[in-house]
């Protein structure tokens, strides 16, 4: 069965501050994808980034890096000198390759205070 | 660009009466498209598989004759909820494989539907 957690229910931190959100996955797959979302208060999901799970090179994209361990079984993100825009909602996602349904884990509600 | 789009963006309606959402690929057809289901400050949780010119395939717990899905075209796939009640009141996304076919998914912007 597939199944993503976020255990962080809620954060918040102040603006310039850094903040990882945490995220854990299982899958019995040997192929996968894994995908981060930012769903701001309009509802809209906006995508941040795809891994699949032959490439665990950790990447780096302005203020925002992720760190992808097979070993842990993780995919956490990091947001780097946060800014009040970042404030939203984050979830972490498991795509089989078999089918394109998505399995989302319960969400990261950040709040950046300036 | 491919994109997806959903109407209305917002629906308010009696408890009772029936509600159709449309999902539309822009630009880009779609066999089949994917609808969710997500409650205030919960996650998306998928509902069904709508897959064009044959029966969405839903996921368990979710009511066949509740949740009706139609896709009668590669472009369009439209949710009725039938008989709304309050619990039916959440946000509905669709979203569609990109053109790229493999990982991509789109996403539409989402409805929100209040039944009173």
């Known amino acids: 069965a597939q199944k993503v957690t976020q255990a962080q229910t809620e954060i918040s931190v102040v603006e310039k501050e850094d903040v990882t959100l945490d995220c854990v996955y299982e899958?019995?797959?040997?192929?996968?994808?894994l995908f981060w979302y930012k769903q701001p208060p309009s509802g809209e999901l906006v995508f941040l980034i795809r891994?699949?799970?032959?490439?665990?090179q950790n990447e780096i994209s302005g203020r925002y890096s992720w760190n992808f361990q097979k070993s842990t079984s993780s995919f956490n993100f990091t947001i780097t000198a946060s800014q009040v825009v970042d404030s939203a909602v984050y979830f972490c996602?498991?795509?089989?390759?078999?089918?394109?349904?998505?399995?989302f884990g319960t969400g990261t509600s950040l709040t950046v205070i300036p | 660009g491919a994109v997806v789009s959903q109407h209305p963006s917002r629906v308010i309606c009696k408890s009772g009466t029936s509600v159709k959402i449309e999902c539309r690929s822009l630009?880009?057809?779609?066999?089949?498209m994917f609808w969710y289901r997500q409650f205030p400050k919960q996650s998306l949780m998928l509902m069904a598989t709508?897959?064009?010119?044959?029966?969405?395939?839903?996921e368990q717990g979710v009511e066949k004759d509740k949740f009706l899905i139609n896709h009668a075209s590669l472009t369009l796939s439209t949710l009725t909820v039938t008989s709304a009640h309050p619990e039916d009141s959440s946000f509905y996304i669709c979203?569609?494989?990109?053109?790229?076919?493999?990982?991509?998914?789109?996403f539409g912007p989402g409805t929100r539907l209040t039944v009173l």
């Open positions: 630009d880009f057809q779609a066999t089949t």
């Open positions: 979203s569609a494989p990109g053109l790229a076919g493999g990982s991509e998914q789109l």
């Open positions: 899958t019995r797959d040997t192929t996968y994808y």
């Open positions: 996602a498991l795509r089989r390759p078999s089918r394109n349904q998505f399995y």
């Open positions: 709508s897959n064009e010119g044959s029966k969405a395939t839903y």
């Open positions: 891994r699949n799970s032959f490439d665990e």
